[in-house]
Nanobody
Framework: QVQLVESGGGLVQAGGSLRLTCAAS????????MGWFRQAPGKEREFVGG????????FYTDSVKGRFTISKDIAKNMVYLQMNSLKPEDTAVYYC??????????????????WGQGTQVTVSS
């Protein structure tokens, strides 16, 4: 079993920054790629970015490239989402999830088996 717990969300003004943390325990955390997703009110959950098992590769959706950075601390079983230059359209509940493969960073929610409870990010204009 895997437990994922996100933290670090909050209210920030446009242009500001936040760092989200995903704390993991359980099933061989460091053997699988991890993803970050977000879901805004009335919208489907969407892929934000992901990182492979050893942190050597990352992939982001176009709307956050150059603004968001994902990293992981293997020793601490943590994955981070650093968000800079935040925009009101980044407002959503953010989720971390554990994937099924070591190096493949999937972009579809169906390819992730374990999810955290989410953390709210609100960006005011």
């Amino acid at each position: 079993q895997v437990q994922l717990v996100e933290s670090g969300g909050g209210l920030v003004q446009a242009g500001g920054s936040l760092r989200l943390t995903c704390a993991a325990s359980g099933r061989a955390f460091n053997m699988y790629a991890m993803g970050w997703f977000r879901q805004a009110p009335g919208k489907e959950r969407e892929f934000v970015g992901g990182i492979n098992w050893n942190g050597g590769n990352t992939f982001y959706t176009d709307s956050v490239k150059g603004r968001f950075t994902i990293s992981k601390d293997i020793a601490k079983n943590m994955v981070y989402l650093q968000m800079n230059s935040l925009k009101p359209e980044d407002t959503a509940v953010y989720y971390c999830a554990q994937g099924r493969w070591r190096n493949r960073i999937a972009t579809m929610t169906d390819d992730y088996d374990y999810w955290g409870q989410g953390t709210q990010v609100t960006v005011s204009s």
